[in-house]
């Protein structure tokens, strides 16, 4: 009940009591203290995301862990062929094949031949370092080292074959023949070679007509060109001569990165596992949330 009093002009009201209702219909008056809390919302704030929704996630750390293992056994072949490189290197020279064909077979193995220079057909291939000069790995004066390959015709002693051979190193101002005249040799000479194949997957084309001298090493266009036949070796250093080319310019290397990339997809499989395992298996409220749930309930 309320009663109204009236004083001059003035007019108020003297509430006894008022009754309220809360939002869930509660009843309640403005002489209670601690009015009844709201009732906690009937769903939790975060809840577990459904097992097979999030099965086709599965897809990504099951195919990292795939390639990770994948790059397991790669390592292991490219381990084995590095070794059977090593060993062609270190073995006893060979005769040259009397069925040129089965070089291609034979890529890295030493052979030991026997002819002439003709030395008026020269090829080049660069640029190219000195693998046996100081400052081939950098330094102030790795420029210095810069120059070509000299690839030479060689008419074979023992059969109407002539080959390509790439006789070493000199640097770009000694390309012209008659620079390293004295370095020439002539008459029937005794050398061992590696036997190499056309580089592969080369994104430059060659243009010697422009450059005067072959990005890569490909046997087929210079022994078309120089008129040989398509076989070609690296000499050794024992070929080295005063004022010549510098041999022994084999690079015997293999990339072999594939512990990195075990590393790699591995570490990507067990992230992307324990994000799915958070998400679906495991959902926990964030930082941010959990802060304005905090709050909310303070003001209530």
């Keep these: 009940m309320s009663t109204i009093h009236s004083k001059g002009s003035c007019f108020f009201f003297r509430i006894k009591s008022r009754v309220r209702l809360d939002k869930v219909g509660h009843r309640y008056t403005s002489q209670d ?5 709201q009732i906690p919302r009937e769903k939790p704030a975060v809840q577990k995301k459904s097992f097979l929704s999030g099965l086709p996630l599965l897809i990504v750390p099951l195919a990292t862990f795939g390639l990770g293992t994948w790059q397991i056994q790669r390592r292991e072949w490219k381990l084995k062929l590095i070794k059977e490189m090593e060993e062609k290197m270190q073995a006893t020279p060979v005769p040259l094949p009397e069925d040129l064909k089965e070089l291609k077979n034979m890529e890295y193995r030493k052979v030991k031949v026997r002819g002439t220079f003709d030395h008026s057909k020269e090829l080049f291939i660069g640029p ?5 000069a100081a400052d081939t790995m950098g330094g102030e004066n790795k420029a210095a080292s810069m120059g070509v390959h000299v690839v030479t015709p060689f008419k074979l002693a023992d059969r109407d074959e002539t080959i390509l051979v790439n006789r ?3 640097k770009f101002q000694n390309r012209p023949p008659q ?6 040799v002539e008459g029937e000479v005794d050398l061992i070679g590696i036997v190499r194949l056309s580089d592969k997957n080369m994104y430059m084309k060659s243009n010697p007509l422009k ?4 990005l890569s090493r490909e046997v087929e266009e210079m022994a078309d060109i120089a008129g040989t036949s398509e076989v070609f070796i690296d000499a050794d ?19 072999n990165e594939h512990l990195t990339y075990v590393i790699t997809w ?24 959990l802060q304005t749930v905090k709050q909310n309930f303070r003001k209530t």
């Design 179 to 184: 620079m390293r005249s004295a370095g020439q």
């Design 211 to 214: 450059d005067g001298f072959w």
């Design 128 to 132: 190219r370092s000195n693998l046996h």
């Design 266 to 289: 591995y570490t990507l499989s067990a992230l992307t596992l324990y994000l799915w395992w958070r998400n679906y298996r495991n959902p926990r409220i964030s930082r941010s949330m």
């Design 168 to 170: 070493g190193h000199v």
């Design 237 to 255: 250093i024992n070929s080295s001569v005063p004022g010549g080319p510098e041999g022994g310019q084999t690079i015997v290397s293999l990339r």
């Design 33 to 37: 203290v601690n009015p009844p809390r």
